[in-house]
Each structure stands twice: as C-alpha cells, then as structure tokens.
C-alpha cells in the first residue's frame, strides 16, 4: 500500500452537560415575574448558644416549638449567605401563631438584606394581636433589593413596647406549650419571599 496514506482520529470525550438547575418555587406570579419561596423559621442550639435560623425543610424539628419574645429585643431569623447574586421584590406574606400576656399588643415583622455589617429593611410591618393564642398572618410590600453573593435574607420579628409574648417557630408544626394545638394554631413561622424569575 505505498500510495495509501494511513490517518489517525483521535478519539475526544466530551463531558456531558450539567443538567439544568430547576428553582423550586411555593408558586410563581406570572404578572410580577416571581418565583415565590417559602421559609420556615426555627431555632438549633449550637455548642449551648441558640441560634435563629431560616431553611427550606418544612419537616425539620426546631430545638423549641416556641420563641419567647423580650419587649423591644428582636429575634432575627436568618437565612444562609447566598451562593448566587438575587433580586428580591413583590409581595412578601409572613405568617406564624402568637400568645400574648395583655389584651393588645403589638408585633414587628421585616424583611432586610444583611450586607457584611450593613442591614437594609426591604419590608415591615406592624401586626397587633391579644392574648390569646392566635393566627396571624401579614402581607408586606417589598423594595425592590439586590443581594450579592454572601449576603443573607433575615426575618426579624420583635414585640414593640409591651409585656413578653410568645410566637411558634417549628417547622414539623407539634404543639406548643402554651400555643397549642397545633391543628388549630400552627406553630410553624413561615415566610413566602418572591424573587425576580426570567420567564
């Protein structure tokens, strides 16, 4: 074969392609251009200190059903730092279970964007409940707010001038000391957050 010429293919493997990452939303809003996460707070002890956290697991046991709340001492729930850049902005609902020692009494909610040291409210609302265990749920307009990557979404929950009182922060929803029971008056503390989607 002195005419012939011999060619040699390499042979190149190409790795296959990541499979496409697929947000989980609560729901989405179609008009805002959201998908809509829910969160659940609750607390851990962490080497005798407890912390106050947010996650997405709704089955998760909290390290206490419940959360005392101290007139004016806020109780901030936080979620790990993002990975990846996010914009928050819509219609936020938060939503837990209360028992109060007075009549009427009133609740703080926000939403904030902790940046390093600097902490920026993105939404908030007063709620006024009474003294016995209840319901309560609120609804917060957002501003529109960009976190970077490392910052954390925090929900902060604070009793404003008023006696202590107690709200349910238990993903797994089992009855409470005092608010209970939980078929009646979920001690779950839950926050549904929208994020801007390209849809």
Same mark, same amino acid.
């Given at each position: ?6 060619? #040699? ?5 190409? *790795?296959?392609?990541? *499979?496409? %990452? ?24 962490l080497a005798g200190t407890i912390s106050y956290n947010l996650t997405g697991d ?5 390290q206490t059903v419940q959360t005392g709340l101290v007139s004016n001492t806020p109780?901030?729930?936080? +979620? ?38 600097? #902490? ?21 307009? +957002? ?7 490392? &910052?954390?979404?925090?929900? =902060? ?12 922060? &238990?993903?797994?929803? =089992? ?7 939980? %078929? ?11 994020? =801007?989607?390209?849809?």
């Amino acid at each position: 074969m002195d005419g012939d010429k011999l060619m #040699v293919l390499s042979q190149i493997t190409y *790795p296959p392609p990541p *499979p496409n %990452a697929i947000a989980t939303f609560a729901f989405t809003d179609i008009a805002e251009g959201t998908g809509v996460f829910l969160f659940q707070g609750f607390n851990a002890n962490l080497a005798g200190t407890i912390s106050y956290n947010l996650t997405g697991d709704n089955a998760l046991f909290s390290q206490t059903v419940q959360t005392g709340l101290v007139s004016n001492t806020p109780k901030n729930y936080d +979620l790990s730092p993002f990975n990846l850049p996010k914009v928050i902005k819509g219609t936020a609902i938060v939503r837990f279970s209360t028992k109060g020692a007075l009549s009427t009494e009133t609740v703080s909610v926000k939403l904030q964007r902790v940046s390093g040291v600097d #902490v920026t409210d993105v939404g908030s609302q007063n709620i006024t409940i009474d003294g016995t265990p209840e319901n309560t749920c609120t609804v917060m307009s +957002l501003t529109t707010t960009h976190f970077k990557k490392g &910052d954390i979404l925090r929900l =902060r929950i604070m009793a404003v001038n008023t006696n202590d009182l107690t709200i349910g922060n &238990d993903p797994a929803n =089992r009855d409470g000391a005092e608010i209970t029971p939980a %078929a009646t008056y979920p001690t779950k503390l839950e926050a549904y957050v929208p994020f =801007r989607i390209d849809l």
